[in-house]
């Protein structure tokens, strides 16, 4: 399984690094896996929401690409309170990332989202119909969505995936990793990690 973990100005460092750093045990501890950072524009370095600059492997290919990645996940950071220019609320209004979203999912891309990167979703119309769960902070707006809200630190349904907030990414990027390899490598991961899993997701199919 090919990952990719789309990053923008002003996302949530836990938001991306979480699941990356589950992605990388998993695939050190037998995961047939890849693990990619991608941007939409070609740039070698992003600034994070607290200031750390992450880094990028490449651009993000074409949702029709034969090298597109067939799980994307796309964090959030900055939506509910001051709303800075470089922020998942900044990115819905440009749009570019939502189209991309909502293109890849269109393609049969599996699309996973951490705390406010459900509301990226959302604005892509991903979630129209889904069962979904975003930060406490914009919960409110994403009910005003049609997306099927679900209280809960992860959601799976299907090729739709959320989590709640920040550190929800790394219980959701063990249950991608449990779903797709199976448990005694999540259990290795959260061991590895020393990371308690607090819930057991949702399952909305």
């Not at 892509?124 to 009910?143: K, M, N, W």
Request: hydrophobic share 45%; charged share 25%; aromatic share 6%.
């Amino acid at each position: 399984m090919d990952i990719g973990i789309v990053l923008y100005e002003g996302f949530d460092e836990i938001d991306a690094i979480g699941p990356f750093e589950v992605f990388e045990n998993a695939i050190g501890a037998g995961a047939d896996a890849t693990v990619t950072l991608y941007t939409l524009d070609d740039r070698e370095m992003v600034t994070a929401s607290h200031g750390l600059r992450v880094g990028v492997d490449g651009v993000l290919p074409a949702a029709d690409a034969p090298d597109r990645p067939d799980l994307l996940v796309v964090p959030g950071g900055g939506w509910a309170a001051k709303r800075p220019d470089a922020s998942a609320w900044a990115e819905a209004q440009k749009g570019d990332i939502p189209n991309a979203v909502a293109a890849y999912h269109d393609a049969g891309v599996t699309i996973a989202a951490v705390c406010t990167g459900g509301m990226l979703l959302a604005t892509a119309g991903v979630t129209d119909g889904r069962r979904a769960v975003t930060h406490g902070s914009a919960i409110e707006e994403l009910e005003a969505t049609d997306a099927e809200v679900v209280y809960q630190r992860v959601v799976d349904d299907g090729d739709v995936l959320t989590a709640g907030g920040v550190t929800s990414g790394i219980d959701l990027a063990l249950h991608i990793v449990e779903r797709e390899f199976g448990a005694s490598i999540a259990d290795s991961v959260a061991t590895t990690m020393e990371y308690e899993r607090r819930t057991e997701p949702y399952h909305g199919n």
